[in-house]
């Protein structure tokens, strides 16, 4: 799967952009798999802070492909 970035409206906490993997479909060239890496909601400014330190909080860090991920699909 490979990374895409949104473009300058999504941002992760620590301004990284925000993104998602994609891949075509295994099948179907008219089907393709979206992995969205979601990290919840912050309830608090500090925790808000903690966690732009930590891969749900920026996509510095993160690999331009990935292997495929389980899921319920």
């Known amino acids: 799967m490979n990374f895409v970035a ?3 409206q999504s941002l992760c906490l620590d301004g990284s952009p925000g993104g998602y993997y994609i891949r075509a479909g295994l099948e179907e060239v008219n089907n393709w798999v979206l992995y969205l890496d979601g990290a919840g909601w ?3 400014e500090a925790e808000c802070l903690a966690r732009a ?3 749900s909080g920026s996509s510095a860090n993160w690999p331009k492909r990935i ?3 389980g899921g319920i699909l």
């Open 53 to 55: 330190e930590t891969p």
């Open 42 to 44: 912050c309830f608090s």
């Open 6 to 8: 949104f473009e300058e």
């Open 67 to 69: 292997s495929d991920v």
